[in-house]
DNA sequence: TGTGCCAATGTGACCGGTCACAATAAGGGA
DNA sequence: TCCCTTATTGTGACCGGTCACATTGGCACA
C-alpha cells in the first residue's frame, strides 16, 4: 500500500519537489517537500522548456496550438500561479494601480467610484491597491504616497477633490503617472461635467417660474464645489438675476440645515439649489422645522443622486452623476499614460437632472 | 566645466550606474545609464556590503550605529527605495491584505469600513488591495478572488456578509486566512454585537411603552440582517408580545418604503424598528404620506447612524457602531492569524444607541 | 596566553520568471 | 538543390534583495 502510494504522483495539489540537502558519499540526497510549482516543474511535466511555459501564460503567439494545449494540462494538474514577485522583478512591472484616498471619503462621491475603478483596472489587467491619507494634508498625504510607491504602483488614481490635496500632491512630486478623479474640468483628471450638472439644476429652477433662488455651497476647497458654484451663478447671472450663494458647507446634512437655518429666515428665497444631496437634507430638515412647504413654499434641488435620494421628504430632485462611467474613463485615461498611448481627448461625463417632488 | 562636472557625483535624483555593455580590446566598456539604485549601489557608496545595507534597513539588531548612520545617509543620498518584487521573491511574503467585496458595497457599513481597515494595516506594516466582485455568485467572487490570490496577498478581509457568499467563499477554498467581517457571531469573523445592537434598539421602543412593534428585516441572507431580526424578537417574546417581522426587504429606501406601506395600512403598529437607516428613511416616508406624525403614530428606530440620520424628517433615532474599531480589530485578527500568532478572544465591539426625535 | 562566545560584517548562492540570443525545423523561391 | 526567411523552441544570464554560512575582531574568563 504504502509502496503503490508512494509510486503514485498525487494528481491533485502541490506536487512533490526535490530539493537538494547536501553531498553524502557522493550520492545528492533528496527530500520531498511541499512546494508551489513553478514554470521549471510545469516544463519538467510537459516535456518542454521553462521558456515555452512562460510563453504559454503570456499569450506569446508563436507557440504551437498543440504545445499549448500540452503545457496547459501540465499547469492545470499542478495548479501552476505564476509567481508575481518573480516577474515583477524581471519586468519591472508590478501591474497595480494605486488609489489614494484623502479624508472624507464616506462621501458618496467618493466611494461610489472606488468600485468602478476597480473592475475598470481588473478588465484592463491591473490590480488595484489603495491608500487613505490620514488628514488630507502634507504629511498624511505624503504617507499615502509613500505607502503606494513603495509598492511599486506603476498609476495613482487621487480621490481628494481639493485644491489643498492637489497642493499638497505637486509638492510632492511623484514619478508616477496619476488621474485625478472629481477632479476640475481645467486639470488632468477625469470628471462629470460638474458646470453643465449645475446649469441643468438651475435651469430647471428657473424654468419653474423661480427668481429667488439661492444656492447652498459647498467647501470652496473642493474643486466640485467651486465649478458648481460657477455654474450656478453663470446661469442666474444670463437672467440678469441677482442670485445669492451662502457661506460655505462642509457638504454635510448637518452644514446644510446650518446655511438653509440663515438663508430661510428672511422670507426672500423660493428656492435653493444646495451643492450636493446631504446638505440638501439639511436644506430639508430646516424647511419642516419653519413649517415651508416643499414645493410649493420652497423648492430644492440637489446633487449626486445618491441612493437615498428618492425618499427624501420630498423626494428629492437632484443631479445623477454616472460613477461607473466615470471609473471607467479614468482607468482608460491613466492606463494611456502609463503604457505610453495616445490620450483621448478629455470628454466630460455628461450628468442628468433627475426631477423628482422637491421642485 | 564638463570635467568638473563628470567628477561631481549627482547629488540628487538617480546616480548613473556602470552597465556593461561588451568587452572591446580587452577594456570593459560602459555606459552610464539612468536606473533606481539598489542595494548594491548604496554598499558601494557607503563602504559595506549589500548584506548590511538591507540589514539597515530591515532594523537587524546587530549593526553599530555609526554603520547604520553611514548607510542611512547613503540611502537617502540615492533616494534608495527597497524593491518590493525582490523582497517578495526571496522572503515569499508580499506583506498585502486583500479586501473582498461583494455587491452592494455603496452600503454604509462596508464602505465605511475599507478606510479604517487600510489605516489599521498600514499601522502594522501591511498593504491594501481590493477585489469587487461584479456579482454576489460563485463566479463573480472566483474572479475578485482570484485575482486577490494572484497579487499573492498573506490575508483576505471579507467585506460581504452574505450566506450566499460564505457559501461560495467555502466552496472556493482559498488556502490563505481570511477574516469576515460585518459577519455573523458564530463564525470566526469580527462584527459589532449586532445582537446586542437589537436589543438595544427594541428595549428603547419598549420602554416608550409600544407594545405593537414591527421590524422591518434586511435581507436574510445577511447574517446581519439576521441576528437584528433575531435580537428584536428575543426582546419582544420576554416580554410575551408577538411581534411582527416584515418580509425581507433589500436594505434600500425603497424597500423600506414599500414594507412599511404594508405594514401601516392596517393602524396596528405604533413603532417600528428598521434593520437599517436607509429603510428607516422609507419608512419616514412612507408615514409622511400617509399622514402620521412621527414620533407621536408611529416612532421609528433604524440601524447603523449613517451621517444624514441626524438630518432626516425627523431625526433619526438608531444603532451606531464603531467601524475604524472593527477595522483595527479585524486587521489585528488578520495578522495574528497570517504571522501564526496566538488569537485574541474574540470581543464584539459594542453598538451604541442614539435617541433622537423619530423615537 | 589560550579558549569560547558574541557582536558585526562579508560572500556565494538562490528565489522564479523573463530577457536576449541561439538553435533548429519548416517552408519558399531562385 | 541551396540559400534565406519565418515559426517554434531552448539556453544562459540576470533582475535585486535575502538566506545560510563564513569570517573577523573584541572581550571575558580560566
Redesign the interface.
Known amino acids: 500500500m504504502c509502496a503503490a502510494r508512494s509510486a503514485a504522483e498525487p494528481t491533485s495539489g502541490y506536487s512533490s519537489r526535490a530539493v537538494h540537502c547536501g553531498v553524502l558519499y557522493g550520492e545528492v540526497m533528496t527530500v520531498p517537500q511541499r512546494h508551489p510549482p513553478g514554470v521549471r516543474e510545469v516544463a519538467a511535466a510537459a516535456g518542454v522548456s521553462r521558456q515555452t511555459v512562460s510563453r504559454v501564460f503570456n499569450n506569446h503567439p508563436s507557440i504551437r496550438p498543440e504545445t499549448r494545449a500540452r503545457v496547459v494540462t501540465a499547469m492545470t494538474e499542478l495548479n501552476f500561479?505564476p509567481?508575481?514577485?518573480?516577474?515583477?522583478?524581471t519586468t519591472?512591472r508590478?501591474r497595480?494601480i494605486g488609489v489614494l484616498?484623502a479624508s472624507s471619503?464616506?462621501l458618496?462621491g467618493p466611494?461610489?467610484s472606488?468600485?468602478a475603478v476597480?473592475?475598470a483596472a481588473?478588465d484592463v489587467g491591473y490590480?488595484?491597491?489603495?491608500?487613505?491619507a490620514?488628514s488630507p494634508d502634507r504629511e498624511g498625504l505624503e504617507?499615502a504616497l509613500s505607502?503606494l510607491?513603495?509598492?511599486?504602483v506603476e498609476g495613482i488614481v487621487v480621490i481628494a477633490p481639493q485644491q489643498r490635496v492637489r497642493n499638497a500632491m505637486a509638492a510632492v512630486s511623484v514619478d508616477v503617472p496619476s488621474v485625478t478623479l472629481h477632479g476640475a474640468a481645467d486639470e488632468d483628471g477625469v470628471c462629470v461635467d460638474q458646470l453643465e450638472g449645475a446649469r441643468l439644476a438651475t435651469k430647471h429652477l428657473l424654468s419653474r417660474g423661480h427668481r429667488r433662488i439661492a444656492h447652498v455651497c459647498g467647501p470652496s476647497d473642493w474643486f466640485e464645489a467651486r465649478v458648481r458654484r460657477e455654474g450656478f451663478l453663470a446661469e442666474t447671472e444670463a437672467m440678469g438675476l441677482r442670485a445669492r450663494v451662502s457661506e460655505e458647507g462642509d457638504w454635510?446634512?448637518?452644514s446644510?440645515?446650518a446655511i438653509a437655518a440663515g438663508l430661510l429666515d428672511n422670507r426672500g428665497v423660493t428656492a435653493i439649489f444646495s451643492a450636493n444631496d446631504?446638505m440638501a437634507?439639511?436644506v430639508?430638515?430646516v424647511a419642516?422645522e419653519l413649517g415651508l412647504r416643499v414645493p410649493e413654499d420652497l423648492a430644492v434641488v440637489g446633487f449626486d443622486d445618491i441612493?437615498?435620494a428618492?425618499?427624501?421628504?420630498p423626494?428629492l430632485t437632484t443631479v445623477r452623476q454616472d460613477f461607473a462611467e466615470l471609473g471607467q474613463r479614468c482607468i482608460a485615461r491613466l492606463v494611456a499614460q502609463i503604457e505610453s498611448a495616445p490620450l483621448l481627448p478629455r470628454a466630460p461625463v455628461a450628468p442628468v437632472l433627475v426631477v423628482r417632488a422637491s421642485s
Open positions: 500561479r509567481n508575481r514577485a518573480a516577474r515583477m522583478l519591472a508590478s497595480t484616498t471619503s464616506s458618496f466611494v461610489s472606488i468600485d476597480e473592475n481588473r490590480f488595484l491597491t489603495i491608500a487613505h490620514v504617507a505607502s510607491v513603495a509598492q511599486a454635510s446634512a448637518a446644510g440645515a446631504q437634507l439639511g430639508l430638515h419642516h441612493p437615498e428618492a425618499f427624501f421628504w423626494p
